[in-house]
């Protein structure tokens, strides 16, 4: 639309801020359209209504009132300059840090869940195998309680643990045997109760084993094979590992 | 190194936009006097124009980064910060208080009057201008700066056609700029 009076006029309104909605929208739309003419004539109005302001006369400014603005400076953080204003490539490199941003995130996060699963597949596959070595174990029990000549055996406490007690599943034909005791009490570090099997009336290592807090033991011995018969059976205390001949106190001893 | 006013008054706020209290303070003492005056010209209190005063410094303070030079000079800008917000609060107390054209004016005591020869110089050209301005533009136009007054009210209380008095502010408007423009390089420099 041509400049005319109609925009001074409008232009007139808005320097005193006299502009309706109506009005302001028809002199944007005018602006928008490239007037120079009204841009030109909106500064030099804003002067000529400065003018109206610079026929007052001035009054001292008073010191407090200036100490009062200068105590009350917080740590105010300035405006930012409208965002149109603002370079175009500073747009596009924002928007390049924040994508860049977005997916080093993504990647850190997928790289993330790669070793979560990583670690929640090894804790699985460690899982699976104790639970196969446990069933194998179970197994090798249930042929060892099932056999036709599996024996019970009881072992009693001696000093210095008069109070434990155990007892041993033996087979022959599997040369094999797991032991359940009880109230034994805790060892010092480097120690491990050993059992043995006596062989022709000498002692053959079956295997260490450990008690838990609470004095229990549930121990699966060693192959066997190589005795002729177990004919009795007994716990000692011993270095951690176990020795090939008994050395410490012994604890439990077959009473039958 | 500012060469002129203007340039002092725009140097000055590139430091408030960098967080320079002594820079604020600087241009408080170049223009807070004027501000005062044109706050307490459309208050006519002391202590609200003394407040909106400080609201302007700041605003000054927490805006200098939106200043627009290409807009006007800093003083238009301190000017039409100081004129809303003395209008707004105007408007607000509007029906238990309204300030009169025809309020005499407080007397100025020596003291109050800061502004160096230019500035003086220049409110003498800005009082000439606008008393040669007609009456009925001249009124329409102090109505609306200094009152607030919408140009529906100003149609009210002057019983006058609301076409006419957008032409009397659009033509009051235009004179004035004709009666300064030869002296707003020296007002550039004198504020």
Known sequence: MPHSNRHEELVSLQVLSLLGPEEAGELDRHLEAGCRVCEDLSVELKQSAAALAASVPARRAPPRVREKILASLGPARPLERPAQAKPRSLLWVAAAAVLLAALLFDDWRLRREREDLSGRAADLASRIEKKDAELARRDLRARVLESEDVRLLFLGGKDPQPRARAKVFWSEKAKRGFVVAANLEPLPAGRQYQLWVFDKGKPVDAGVFDADEAGRALFESKDLSAIAAAENFAVTVEPQGGVPQPTGPIVLIGVS | ?191
Request: with cysteine; proline share 3%.
């Open chain 2, 1 to 191: 190194m500012p060469t002129s006013s203007s340039d002092i008054d725009r140097a000055l706020v590139a430091r408030i936009e960098r967080r320079d209290a002594d820079a604020l303070a600087s241009l408080y003492d170049r223009h807070g006097s004027r501000l005062n005056g044109l706050a307490y010209r459309i208050l006519g209190d002391t202590g609200e124009a003394e407040e909106v005063i400080q609201e302007v410094f700041l605003y000054v303070w927490k805006a200098a980064a939106t200043f627009d030079g290409l807009r006007g000079s800093v003083l238009a800008w301190l000017i039409v910060a100081t004129r809303s917000r003395s209008i707004d609060r105007l408007r607000a107390r509007r029906g238990s208080f309204r300030a009169s054209l025809d309020q005499a004016p407080e007397a100025v005591s020596p003291e109050d009057l800061e502004a160096d020869s230019a500035g003086r110089e220049w409110e003498s050209i800005c009082r000439s201008a606008i008393k040669e301005l007609p009456d009925d533009q001249r009124r329409a136009l102090e109505l609306a700066y200094f009152e607030g007054l919408t140009h529906q009210e100003i149609a009210q209380k002057t019983e006058t056609p609301l076409g006419t008095v957008k032409t009397r502010i659009r033509l009051g408007l235009m004179k004035l700029r004709e009666r300064i423009r030869p002296y707003l390089h020296r007002e550039s420099d004198a504020s």
